[in-house]
Structures are given as C-alpha cells and as structure tokens.
C-alpha cells in the first residue's frame, strides 16, 4: 500500500498536467487572436493572459507543496 505522502505527490503531479495544459492552449489561443484581429481581440488576449497568470500562480503553489512534501521526509540538521 502507498504511504500518504506518495499519493500526495502522485495527486499533485495529476493537477499539474492539466493546468500546463491550459497554460498551453491560452498562449495557443492568444497567438490566433493575434494573427486575426477583430473586434474583440484585445478583449480576448486580455482574458487569456489573466487565465495564463492564474494557471502559473496555481502551478508555483502546487510546486510549493510538492517541495515541502519532499523536504518533510528528509533528516534535518538541527
């Protein structure tokens, strides 16, 4: 059976796909938007860098996570 921390790490690892993802098709997204211009476009590439920016944020706290896991099952100096 796996120990709580494995499962933790193995279930952060599971956010982190589709968040890049995401990350990745907004910037996908953004770039059609820019090569056709319309009505909307500055609108829309405003909406996907907010997404792109949250996505990152998510990711930097999941890592963040995912760091003190690893550094609690390690020796200490004391």
């Given at each position: ?60 706290l999941l890592q963040?996570?995912?760091?003190r896991d690893e ?8």
């Open positions: 059976m796996k120990s709580l921390n494995e499962l933790d790490s193995k279930t952060l690892h599971e956010i982190m796909q589709p968040l890049n993802i995401i990350r990745l098709s907004c910037g996908n997204i953004r770039a059609r938007i820019s090569n056709r211009p319309g009505e909307d476009s500055d609108y829309l590439i405003e909406k996907m860098v907010r997404i792109e920016e949250q996505v990152v944020r998510a990711t930097k963040d996570l995912k760091r550094n609690d099952g390690m020796p200490r100096d004391s």
